[in-house]
T-cell receptor, first 115, second 117 residues
Framework: DTGVSQDPRHKITKRGQNVTFRCDPI?????LYWYRQTLGQGPEFLTY????????KSRLLSDRFSAERPKGSFSTLEIQRTEQGDSAMYLC?????????????FGPGTRLTVT | AQSVTQPDIHITVSEGASLELRCNYS??????LFWYVQSPGQGLQLLLK??????LVQGIKGFEAEFKRSQSSFNLRKPSVHWSDAAEYFC???????????????FGQGTILTVHP
């Protein structure tokens, strides 16, 4: 078990470009979460999946954001027409549904810089 | 809506000194409470959690936290800090089972801990 992995670790893009991040959760985990963390703040919830179903989306997730988990394994988070305000660390976490639901294991994050 | 407040943005202690990081939460029902630690460039690591039962919970790396319902607090403590404890610490609250938000965590803004030798 190699833990939660995220790719890429860093992404620099120009305003208006589209970006896609990938998260590979711990293999047997059926819950997958995306959070966003800006400088000096704690992570903010964006969305989560239970298997392949997206069960909740935060109001922070504007129409430019979309997330998928096509086969209940890895997940992607896409941001279209990036804006400078999208610059942040995007964190992925996974857990098992049940008593361990809250034992969320976090990946190292993808740091996005929009210039 | 649930919320978490960590009143101290930055705390500095000497190595070997005791530590207490404050956390206050707002939640309408019995909260699920957590402390996470984040080192620079790293993801978050779960230190400890409170679901129910004994209000004093033990975690990894010698940390403990006490749930005080009357004060809506869940403060993190360590009797003797090591230089390797320098990091950012986040308190979080989770929604209870039964709703679609079950599993979602709401974090405080974090407390940066600096340890002087």
């Amino acid at each position: 078990d190699t833990g939660v992995s995220q790719d890429p670790r860093h992404k620099i893009t120009k305003r208006g470009q589209n970006v896609t991040f990938r998260c590979d959760p711990i293999s047997e985990h059926n819950r997958l979460y995306w959070y966003r963390q800006t400088l000096g703040q704690g992570p903010e919830f964006l969305t989560y999946f239970q298997n392949e179903a997206q069960l909740e989306k935060s109001r922070l997730l504007s129409d430019r954001f979309s997330a998928e988990r096509p086969k209940g394994s890895f997940s992607t988070l896409e941001i279209q027409r990036t804006e400078q305000g999208d610059s942040a660390m995007y964190l992925c976490a996974s857990s098992l549904l049940g008593r361990q639901t809250y034992e969320q294991y976090f990946g190292p994050g993808t740091r996005l810089t929009v210039t | 809506a649930q919320s978490v407040t960590q009143p101290d943005i930055h705390i500095t202690v000497s190595e070997g000194a005791s530590l207490e990081l404050r956390c206050n939460y707002s939640y309408g029902a019995t909260p699920y409470l957590f402390w996470y630690v984040q080192s620079p460039g790293q993801g978050l690591q779960l230190l400890l959690k409170y679901f129910s039962g004994d209000t004093l919970v033990q975690g990894i790396k010698g940390f403990e936290a006490e749930f005080k319902r009357s004060q809506s607090s869940f403060n993190l403590r360590k009797p003797s800090v090591h230089w390797s404890d320098a990091a950012e610490y986040f308190c979080a609250v989770g929604a209870e089972a039964g709703g679609t938000s079950y599993g979602k965590l709401t974090f405080g803004q974090g407390t940066i801990l600096t340890v002087h030798p």
